[in-house]
């Protein structure tokens, strides 16, 4: 059985970082990106089964990307964690995400979030 794909899309790299090792210790194999318009373009062409979304981000904003993904049926089956620093966007993002997290958040959170996320998704 192949691991389930994990994207972290956030444009700060230290937190990429943790983010990125958060998703490959709860199982999944992973890919950062640090720019919206980047994302957008790898989903174009990828289908990861977790993404972690910042929401403030260069050139497209996590909230388009949110939209954007939950509007293209071919990713049904794609958990989104919003991880912000926002409460009120990320009130506001509440029922289009799977999970809001909001920053400062901890290795080890992340890590049992994504692994109980990933389970759900396979």
């Given at each position: 059985m192949s691991k389930p794909q994990g994207?972290?899309?956030?444009?700060n790299e230290d937190l990429a970082t943790i983010f990125s090792a958060a998703l490959e210790a709860s199982g999944c194999e992973t890919h950062i990106?640090?720019?919206?318009?980047?994302?957008?373009?790898?989903?174009?062409?990828?289908?990861?089964?977790?993404i972690i979304l910042d929401l403030h981000l260069p050139r497209v904003s996590g909230e388009i990307i949110l939209r954007r993904i939950r509007a293209d049926?071919?990713?049904a089956e794609t958990r989104i964690v919003i991880a912000t620093a926002d409460?009120?966007?990320a009130d506001m993002l509440h029922d289009e995400s799977d999970?809001?997290?909001?920053?400062?958040?901890?290795?080890?959170?992340?890590?049992?979030?994504?692994?109980?996320?990933a389970r759900s998704t396979v």
């Amino acid at each position: 059985m192949s691991k389930p794909q994990g994207l972290v899309i956030e444009d700060n790299e230290d937190l990429a970082t943790i983010f990125s090792a958060a998703l490959e210790a709860s199982g999944c194999e992973t890919h950062i990106i640090n720019d919206g318009q980047d994302a957008l373009d790898y989903l174009g062409r990828a289908r990861p089964q977790i993404i972690i979304l910042d929401l403030h981000l260069p050139r497209v904003s996590g909230e388009i990307i949110l939209r954007r993904i939950r509007a293209d049926p071919a990713f049904a089956e794609t958990r989104i964690v919003i991880a912000t620093a926002d409460p009120q966007m990320a009130d506001m993002l509440h029922d289009e995400s799977d999970l809001i997290l909001l920053k400062p958040v901890s290795f080890t959170q992340l890590r049992d979030l994504s692994a109980r996320l990933a389970r759900s998704t396979v």
